[in-house]
């Protein structure tokens, strides 16, 4: 099979991805075309050799292609039931700052009995725009807090490359970054040693950085 022959075989990845992020501001004909660079990329870099499957190297490179568009159009749409949301959990944050703390998105979720991931992507709604002083004369430009359509293509992109992981890279990942674990605690929970952790923390963080690259 020939490399346009490849391409024209994994299109319907492609649809598929772009798929994801009809209605959120960009025509889906643009979407389409931006993930079919992100495939052309993903067919013209991809070495066998790596031991992937080729949707697994794919996937994380045509997403970065729509996350680029998204970026460059400044496309930002915020659906209905996130607008409604917004509002919530901004009125429980200020019930529950009356004590003078900031309540954590896990308490917030809590109260109004929502997953944790709809009220970040609520507050990540309700962020302004922020003013950075980017000239030398002075001017200001608004620069604008990374959209909930970057955020959730970000972490479609993570999700995959997390899951081309063997499985005790994925597990030192998981017990790093996501349960916080020190890398002594870690080390003990997979009976290696710290400095195996810090090792294999480093290899693995730069083969997660070029696949998202």
Known sequence: MNNDEFVKANLPLVHSLANRFRGRGIEYEELY?????????????????RGLCFSTYAVPVILGEIKRLFRDSGAVKISRSIK????????????????????????????????????AEAVSAMLPA???????????????????????IDRLALEQCLSSLE????????????????????????GISQVSVSRKERKILEKMRKQLA
């Open 33 to 49: 075309s931006a993930g079919c660079v992100g495939l052309v990329k993903a067919c013209a870099n991809f070495d066998e050799q």
């Open 84 to 119: 409604e949301l917004s509002l919530k959990v901004a009125k429980v944050r200020e019930e529950l700052s009356k004590d003078g703390k900031e309540p954590t998105v896990s308490e917030i979720a809590e109260k109004l009995g929502v997953d944790e991931s709809d009220v």
């Open 130 to 152: 922020v003013s950075l002083t980017c000239e030398e004369d002075g001017s200001e430009i608004d620069v604008a807090e990374e959209s909930c359509e970057n955020r959730l």
């Open 167 to 190: 499985k005790s890279e994925r597990a030192l990942i998981t017990l790093r970054y996501f349960c916080n674990k020190s890398q002594t605690e870690t080390a003990k929970i997979l």
